[in-house]
């Protein structure tokens, strides 16, 4: 008993000689600074003020530094909100042969896997990702790790498992034997009929989902023949929309051909992805609603070039690859031109994680100002997610998310592959081009 009580008396005089808890205040010395939603051009000399996880001012100037400050010196970088990725695939990386994964791994392993991969996210300056489809419960444990600090990787917002109907894009079990892997279940997010929809919706949501992600119509790499044909009726997606809204959630929707796309956005998705057969018709109305679309160029050209991969991919997948793969970029093309609420977003997973930063070449190379693309992967994401309120822009009360290239990316967008600095949270992973052990915690 006198022990515990001296040990207390220890504690207490700990906690007087650090008096009261104050949290450390980080100075950000930007050169430039590149925050589209809030300068309408580059900004010069200004100070990002951190305090704890947030941003607590942006000052004009190099802000001079109190007692107990800490400065981090980006006079000469360009300084940016974190970049945000509205489609990934963390939980696993597509690879030559990668049909078998799911029968010779573990979800243990591949979780292990994919702790590395969320590292090489952040360290590319992807502070924050929508990822849109996991299987296993792999995406749910890696953003609650990274969450509590055990894992080091961009925030995470997760779908877990995709919906999609019997022998659609996102059934697992396509293309394997039925009477071996079973006919897919709603566990597994495969549904069929309004009830299902519903059902699936509620258990993603039950189990932890941040949004929901559907397959509206065919895809490229499942082992079904069809690439692009619409897979669920609108009275299902409707339900779906309806039943992630009174959650509170939002509704992505994976889809290459017109018809599904059509019907997803008049059931009220927030987002297409890939939209590779968008027409004018359906682009009209995504500008009507305000529904976004997620191009990933980057996973159409990448599964292109694998496609030509002697073995890469099954047969069926090979001659989707090349159909679809090429056009993503000419629509995301007409899509800019046309006006649609455009988010940046790659399908990192379907290529090697942590090369996000070329789908800005390629929105680029299709025409979008290097600032525009800035845009999409900042405020315009953060709007997606419907978390404009703690993300997308560096103003006071947001997280302090901020990344800093040494080259202008406005005069060349490949600048954003080398990044220099990346803070989450008020935290330096990155500093000097290398990875840094947290200072802060989170
Ligand atoms: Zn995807």
Redesign the pocket.
């Given at each position: 008993m006198r022990f515990i009580r001296s040990l207390s008396f220890v504690f207490l005089l700990l906690g007087v000689l650090a008096g009261p808890a104050q949290a450390q205040r980080t100075l950000l010395h930007c050169g430039t600074l590149i925050d589209p939603a809030v300068h309408d051009a580059p900004v010069e000399e200004r100070t990002v003020v951190v305090e704890g996880a947030r941003v607590a001012a942006v000052e004009s100037g190099y802000t001079q530094p109190q007692e107990g400050d800490r400065v981090v010196n980006l006079r000469q970088a360009y300084c940016m909100p974190g970049l945000i990725d509205m489609?990934t695939?963390l939980s696993g990386e597509f690879e030559k042969g990668g049909y078998i994964d799911p029968f010779r791994r573990s979800p243990a392993d591949r979780a292990l896997e994919a702790s590395t991969y969320t590292q090489a996210t952040l360290m590319a300056g992807f502070t924050t990702v929508r990822d849109?489809?996991g299987d296993e419960g792999i995406d749910l444990a890696l953003r609650n790790a990274i969450n509590r600090g055990d894992v080091v990787g961009p925030r995470m917002f997760v779908a877990g498992n995709t919906l999609a109907v019997s022998g659609g894009h996102g059934d697992p079990t396509t293309g394997y034997r039925e009477d071996i892997v079973g006919p897919g279940t709603v566990q597994e997010g495969v549904v069929n009929g309004v009830s299902q929809a519903i059902e699936g919706t509620r258990r993603a949501i039950k189990r932890g989902a941040d949004h929901v992600k559907i397959t509206a119509t065919g895809g490229v790499l499942s082992l079904n023949e069809d690439g692009t044909r619409p897979h669920f009726q609108e009275d299902e997606i409707r339900a779906i929309v309806e039943t992630a809204r009174d959650h509170g959630r939002k509704v992505a929707a994976?889809a290459h051909g017109d018809e599904g796309m059509q019907r997803a956005v008049r059931a009220g998705v927030a987002s297409i992805?890939h939209g590779t057969y968008l027409s004018d018709e359906t682009m009209q109305m995504m500008i009507d609603r305000g529904t976004y679309l997620v191009a990933t160029i980057t996973a159409g050209k990448s599964v292109a070039d694998s496609a030509r991969i002697e073995g890469y991919y099954a047969p069926a997948v090979v001659e989707k690859a090349l159909e679809v793969g090429p056009i993503i970029q000419e629509t995301f093309a007409r899509a800019y031109e046309m006006g649609v609420p455009i988010a940046f977003g790659t399908?990192a997973g379907?290529f090697r994680h942590g090369r996000n930063a070329t789908e800005f070449e390629y929105m680029v190379e299709a025409g979008m100002p290097p600032f525009e693309a800035i845009h999409a992967a900042t405020y315009s994401a953060a709007d997606l997610l419907g978390r404009l309120d703690e993300l997308g822009t560096l103003e006071n009360g947001k997280y302090a998310d901020v990344v800093a290239v040494s080259e202008n990316p406005l005069d060349d967008i490949r600048a954003l592959h080398d990044i220099g600095f990346v803070m989450k949270a008020g935290t330096i992973y990155k500093q000097d081009g290398a990875p840094t052990p947290p200072t802060i915690a989170p």
């Open positions: 489609h695939h849109v489809g994976h992805e399908d379907v």
